[in-house]
């Protein structure tokens, strides 16, 4: 037993010195003049074989690229992360006024959530006029699969994708959905532009949500107008549909894109 935990503190212990080493592999590079990895073998401290090996699953995961004449530098994955990091710590400021504008034209509960470790990840919320409670709040989470703005995270996303997550998350629905019936609902809402929350998440609420876009077109977040059942039947539900992608493209457009 005490050789078993021994290995699995060992593992953590490797595993936590390779990510910082990765860290550092990357500051070397985001510092310029990293014309080899002998240079960057220099800077961190590493032996040379080290430094490569690492170099090599950075350049693999698209973290770092190696540019011929030049060395190595940031790669996709980086800039993509770091313009996503930005878009979100400007959004909410960007987004409030528009929300509350979208709120007072609804009197219903606004969100404005991002993905976060895979999940929903609420930014902003304005409670809505009516006498009606929302489980969800400013700092909270909830599943991707089953809530409005998670499902218009995932409108990019491919038939894989919303596959594997099926796979994975489809315990968590509200609502029974075969896996066919839930790829054939995401490739309708992705040919729409917009998604709905038919209960997935509490049986009696119901929500219209939109994609948020930055300057390089992704989706950086969502918004949704929610409600219950009582204030949302489906012909209001497709009314609101306008009014929410109309509001998303406007956030969109102070970002940029």
């Known amino acids: 037993m005490q050789k078993s935990e021994d290995e699995t503190a060992h593992r953590q212990t490797t595993a936590s010195q390779t990510l910082v080493r990765g860290l550092e592999v990357i500051e070397a590079v985001s510092k310029g003049g990293a014309h080899d990895i002998?240079?960057?073998?220099?800077?961190?401290?590493?032996?040379?074989?080290?430094?490569?090996?690492?170099?090599?699953?950075?350049?693999?995961?698209?973290?770092?690229k190696r540019v011929p004449g030049k060395g190595y530098q940031l790669g996709?994955?980086?800039?993509?992360?770091?313009?996503?990091?930005?878009?979100?710590?400007?959004l909410t400021p960007v987004a409030r006024p528009l929300l509350e504008r979208l709120a007072a034209q609804t009197s219903d509960t606004v969100h404005l959530a991002?993905?976060?470790?895979?999940?929903?990840?609420?930014?902003?919320?304005?409670?809505s006029r009516r006498p009606v409670e929302i489980s969800s709040r400013v700092g909270g989470m909830k599943p991707l699969i089953t809530t409005g703005v998670g499902k218009a995270l995932l409108l990019d996303g491919s038939p894989a994708s919303w596959g594997a997550l099926y796979d994975t998350d489809a315990g968590q629905l509200g609502l029974a959905a075969t896996r066919e019936e839930w790829l054939d609902m995401m490739r309708h809402y992705a040919s729409c532009g917009y998604t709905y929350d038919l209960g997935e998440d509490e049986p009696s609420i119901r929500c219209v949500a939109a994609p948020v876009r930055d300057a390089s077109h992704?989706?950086?977040?969502?918004?949704?107008?929610?409600?219950?059942?009582?204030?949302?039947?489906?012909?209001r539900m497709r009314e609101l549909v306008p009014l929410?992608?109309?509001?998303?493209?406007?956030?969109?457009?102070?970002?940029g894109n």
Do not use: N, W
């Open 218 to 235: 992704a989706i950086v977040a969502a918004i949704s107008v929610s409600s219950t059942t009582d204030y949302m039947p489906p012909l």
């Open 38 to 64: 002998g240079v960057i073998a220099e800077r961190t401290g590493m032996t040379y074989s080290t430094a490569h090996r690492i170099v090599s699953v950075l350049v693999q995961r698209q973290y770092l």
């Open 114 to 127: 991002c993905e976060e470790l895979g999940a929903v990840f609420y930014l902003d919320k304005i409670a």
């Open 244 to 255: 929410v992608l109309e509001t998303a493209r406007q956030i969109s457009a102070e970002l």
């Open 76 to 90: 996709r994955k980086l800039l993509a992360l770091g313009f996503q990091a930005y878009s979100q710590v400007e």
